[in-house]
Structures are given as C-alpha cells and as structure tokens.
C-alpha cells in the first residue's frame, strides 16, 4: 500500500473508492490503545524525536504517521527503559519507511547514526541491535503493518474538501486552486497535532481525518463547513466530528496564543537590545569653537560644547524581518497537559540529564549493545553475516 502512494496518487484512480473501504475495513481492528505506558511521560520527547528524524530523511506523512504508531502500540505493551526506546524508535522508523517508502528513500543506518549523535541521543546504532529490534517488533504486530493511521486518509478527503457551490467569507470562491492550496496547509497542520496528544489515539483515524479537513474549512471560513458530499464520502456526519474539531481548536487557540507570547518576547528583547545598541553609539564629542578677536595676541578660552551625534535608524526593514512568524506546525501537549509551540520542539530534543526512574519490573529485556557517541564510524557496524536481509545497511 505505501508503495503504491509513492508511485501513483491513488485518491484520484479509479480505484480510491475500493481502497478508502480496505482502510475502513482494516481499521476496524486495530489494537485497542490503553495508554498503560510506564514511560508515557516521555512520549512527547519520542514523538518530537521521531518527526525531526523522519523530516531529516524527507520520509512522507504516512511513514511518520506509522512509525509514531507503531512507537505508541509497543510503548502501550512493554514496560522498557529509556536506553532501549531510543533503539526502538529508530526500528520503528526503519520499518515505517520500508513500508510506506520506496527503497532509496529508506534511511542508511551511517545516517541514523549522523542523525542521533545531531540530536544528542546517547545512543550508537548497529547492524545487529536493529535488525534484533525489527525482528521483535514484527513478531509483536504478528508481521502486519497495515494499520491505517489519520495519514492514509487526509489526501482523500481533501480531493473533495471543496466544491463549486462552497462560499469563502460569504462570497463565491474565485479561484478553487489557490484556496485548496492553503486548506491542504490547514489540514496537515491540524494533522499534526493528532500525534502529539495520545488522547486522540481514542479516535478512529479516519475520523480524525475528516475532522481535520473539516477544522481546516471552519479556519479558512469556508461555509457549509461540512457538506453532504464530504459526509457520504467519510460517512462522518458533524455530530461525529465534533468532539475531535473541539480538541483540535484548543490546540490551535493555545498555538496563536503561544506564538503571540513568542512574538511580544522577542520584541521586548529586541527592544532592549536596541536600547542598549543606542546608549553604545552615543558619543560625546568635544568640539572647539575659537572665538573672533579683535587683538590677535589675546588668547580667549576656548568654548566647548557637547552634542549626541544623531544615530539613523537604518535597520527598521531588517527589524521588521526579525519579526517571529506563527510556527506553521503544531503546538503540542506536553506531558501535564501544558501546550508549546513547535517552535520550541527543536531545542527540546535534548534528553532530560535525569534519566526516567522506572520502578516496576521490566517486562522487555533485549540485550543490546550500545557504545559511546563518536562522530566517526568503524566499518564494523556494516561488516559480518546476518541471515536476514535488510536492504536499507547497503552502501
């Protein structure tokens, strides 16, 4: 299925309608999400860990999606330490990628490698350890990963998020092209906030899909913001979305108010740095004014006087650049509850120093071999035999 996304765009082919009802079909029975995780405090560092990775690998959202997915069910099911997540987000990644990427878009294990020593993950890959991790992982979802994810959906929807009859702020919409563009962007951000909170792991993905095309449509004030056809398509009708959209526009009220809080921060600091640029420029300059005499041998004092030398403000267009835009992704829930914008997502990606006290027995034991962060790579990790073949160590 992922492969066939990548070479063709399946939601325009004759066979979408059939294709859309095997998602629905398969997403029927999916695991049930318990949210039983020891280490669920740290799913939101895993979570930023993984999309940063799969944007480094230019993966497409269905394979972050999957791989998110994946972390999330096996996370539910296993009490395992910190140390061995950070190897089971990587095998979740790898396999995501396997199977919604073509093959030259799998990640080289020498670039897993880069990527983690970048994002200060303790941690140093090996050709065994992974392939040890997939292994496990495969025989944990009994070697199926066709498990639909929001992802598999929102391209689908959005073929017809918009119609001829639709109203942009009351008027008729002009150009359907441009105004899809910028519902497509509204709908992959709110997207994005359904990985971020395990709570909307209570709803179907399909739903959620739906609710994000629908949100996006109710931002871009584009009425009815629920049509028929949409509803016969998704067979959501607004009544089943709106639990999901109400989430979804919390998320979104706490993103515009933190990217304002941002916005008047960076001024006030700006502010202040200009203040103090200002006093630094300021110069006291002594100039000598040599009054007019009428007798030439008498020697005035001289008359000395200070002035500010004027200081152009040249750098409003650049201010005016330094000016913060509202972060295009999303703004997360962080473990209690309290929401950050994705903006901060990057500089958070540094493991907390304390590592996560884990009291009940651990339920997973894997024996893997971890070794100091180094920023060069023996060729050990890609020599010696292994009898499974994984095409992604090649090169």
């Not at 979408?16 to 740290?42: C, F, N, W």
């Not at 040249?314 to 201010?319: N, P, V, W």
């Not at 997360?332 to 304390?354: F, H, I, K, N």
């Amino acid at each position: 299925m992922g492969r066939k996304r990548m070479e063709e765009q399946w939601w325009k082919g004759e066979l979408a309608a059939d294709i859309h009802q095997t998602l629905r079909t398969k997403e029927l029975k999916l695991p049930v999400y318990k949210a039983h995780s020891p280490q669920i405090g740290m799913r939101r560092y895993f979570i930023d860990l993984l999309t940063v990775l799969s944007n480094h690998c230019n993966l497409c959202p269905t394979a972050r999606h999957l791989a998110i997915y994946l972390l999330d069910l096996f996370m539910d099911r296993y009490d395992i330490t910190v140390k061995q997540l950070h190897i089971i987000s990587f095998a979740c990644l790898l396999l995501a990628s396997k199977f919604e990427e073509k093959e030259d878009k799998v990640p080289k294990l020498e670039h897993l490698n880069n990527l983690a020593y970048l994002c200060n993950v303790n941690v140093v890959l090996n050709k065994k350890d992974l392939l040890r991790m997939e292994i496990l992982l495969l025989e944990n979802f009994n070697w199926n990963l066709c498990l639909p994810t929001p992802a598999h959906y929102i391209d689908y929807y959005l073929y017809v998020s918009l119609g001829e009859n639709d109203l942009h702020n009351g008027w008729p919409i002009t150009s359907l092209t441009k105004i899809k563009d910028f519902l497509e962007k509204y709908a992959y951000y709110f997207l994005d906030f359904s990985v971020q909170d395990h709570t909307f792991l209570y709803f179907r993905p399909s739903l959620i899909a739906a609710a994000c095309v629908c949100a996006s449509r109710i931002c871009m004030q584009i009425s009815p913001a629920w049509t028929t056809q949409l509803e016969l398509l998704t067979c959501y009708s607004w009544e089943h979305l709106a639990q999901c959209i109400e989430m979804m526009f919390i998320y979104y009220e706490n993103d515009i108010k933190e990217a304002s809080n941002i916005k008047k921060q960076v001024t006030i600091q700006y502010q202040e740095q200009e203040a103090l640029g200002d006093l630094s420029h300021q110069a006291t300059t002594q100039v000598l004014f040599q009054q007019s005499s009428y007798h030439p041998l008498v020697q005035h004092s001289a008359t000395f006087s200070q002035f500010q030398s004027p200081v152009q403000d040249l750098c409003s267009a650049y201010r005016e650049s330094l000016q913060p835009h509202r972060p295009s992704s999303l703004l997360a829930a962080s473990a209690d509850g309290s929401l950050r914008s994705y903006a901060a997502v990057q500089a958070s990606l540094r493991p907390s120093a304390q590592a996560l006290p884990i009291q009940m027995p651990i339920a997973l034991q894997v024996a893997l071999g971890t070794e100091p962060v180094s920023t060069a790579y023996s060729n050990s990790y890609f020599s010696g035999y292994h009898s499974y073949a994984a095409g992604c160590f090649d090169g």
